[in-house]
């Protein structure tokens, strides 16, 4: 059985840091790719950050570039997303995801993935 898990999440003061992470587990071979996306109260689900599993290519989110980094540790099955420099607007319930569709580039759309952890609360006070 499939199975993302986020943990990581938190309460942090603005300009704070957090690192998230996602571990799959139950696949016969790995998803193709991985992403992370975050949902606050009210709004849509936000793509953040996308990573290929065999390449490592990486794609931020203009949203998040410079703050946030994706990354893997594939002899962990592990993705994680660093979050830097904090700030209240970046409070909400963060998603890994998981897919593999043939085609490249930034996946920040949750129709691209197929998987999906339970989520991680990321709270950020000032």
């Known amino acids: 059985q499939v199975q993302l898990m986020e943990s990581g999440g938190g309460s942090v003061q603005v300009g704070g840091s957090l690192r998230l992470s996602c571990v799959a587990s139950?696949?016969?071979?790995?998803?193709?790719?991985m992403g992370w996306f975050r949902q606050a109260p009210g709004k849509e689900r936000e793509g953040l950050a996308t990573?290929?599993?065999?390449?490592?290519?990486?794609y931020h989110a203009e949203s998040v570039k410079g703050r946030f980094t994706i990354s893997q540790d594939n002899a962990k099955n592990t993705v994680y997303l660093q979050l830097n420099s904090l700030k209240p607007e970046d409070t909400a319930t963060y998603y890994c995801?998981?897919?593999?569709?043939?085609?490249?580039?930034?996946?920040?759309?949750?129709?691209?993935?197929?998987?999906w952890g339970q989520g991680t609360q990321v709270t950020v006070s000032s």
């Open positions: 990573i290929y599993i065999r390449t490592g290519y990486a």
């Open positions: 995801a998981a897919g593999s569709f043939t085609r490249g580039g930034f996946r920040k759309s949750s129709r691209d993935y197929n998987d």
């Open positions: 139950g696949y016969t071979s790995p998803p193709r790719y």
